[in-house]
């Protein structure tokens, strides 16, 4: 698929790496409609090839309207890229001295698995939905996963949610090959966005220092990843880890 004549929905578009692939791909020729809950962020992203939808990823109605206009706004759409989703991190148990522990709560478990799993699952399927209905051929469906599906302390929510993601993915691959529709899934690693700087700055640099190349990724490259799964027409059912070498 010709990525400057391609029709997407991105999610997770306000900021961050979604805002950079929208850009990204307006700026390649590509049409975008952004989808975020971030009604002010998603403003000061609208442009002549980015027009703009206010959503929420874990509710089931908002995102069914939301990739209704789409499909009215484009007229077709064959790409949809979820980068929604969020993190909080928390030991499972953590001892806080004097005999007494903690545990995650459910409220922060459920939290990160409803905007990062459900908030997947709801975008895919009301999308696939439509490009099903419509014989939209081809079409490609990108999530968006993380070097911490392996497993990370301290982010057994957001580890679980991301290798669900990429479980996910694979199920959705397998089941619309027939339709002419592909789906794959890219984990980054550590990439230098906002969200980083509220990280303590000893921690950032050990993690740093655990990279083979020694540095952090930039959102170019993620977009880099999502460019080449539009285009490769070959690539499905996988997932394309952009982490400077950190996963094994």
């Not at 007229?75 to 980068?83: E, I, K, S, W, Y």
Request: contains cysteine; proline residues 4%; charged residues 25%.
């Amino acid at each position: 698929m010709d990525v400057t004549e391609c029709r997407a929905i991105v999610t997770g578009a306000a900021s961050g790496l979604g805002r950079a692939c929208c850009l990204g791909l307006a700026e390649a020729g590509a049409e975008v409609v952004a989808v975020d809950s971030d009604r002010k962020g998603l403003d000061s992203l609208a442009g002549d090839r980015i027009f703009v939808q206010e959503a929420d990823v874990t509710r089931e109605c908002e995102v069914a309207s939301a990739v209704d206009a789409a499909f009215a706004r484009l007229g077709r759409v064959d790409v949809l890229v979820n980068f929604a989703g969020i993190y909080r991190d928390g030991l499972l148990v953590k001892d806080i001295g004097e005999g007494d522990f903690v545990s995650m709560p459910l409220a922060q478990w459920r939290a990160v698995i409803e905007t990062d799993l459900t908030g997947t699952f709801l975008p895919v399927r009301e999308t696939a939905l439509r490009m099903v209905r419509d014989g939209v051929r081809p079409g490609v469906l990108i999530t968006v996963s993380s070097v911490s599906r392996n497993g990370n302390p301290g982010q057994g929510n957001y580890s679980a949610a991301k290798a669900g993601v990429v479980a996910f993915t694979r199920s959705v691959a397998l089941e619309l090959a027939p339709h002419g529709i592909r789906a794959a899934a890219i984990a980054p690693g550590f990439i230098d966005t906002p969200i980083l700087s509220a990280m303590d700055p000893d921690r950032l640099s050990a993690q740093v220092d655990e990279i083979p190349a020694r540095r952090l990724g930039t959102p170019a490259e993620i977009f880099a990843g999502v460019r080449f799964a539009i285009e490769c027409e070959y690539f499905t059912g996988r997932c394309l880890e952009i982490d400077g070498g950190l996963s094994f």
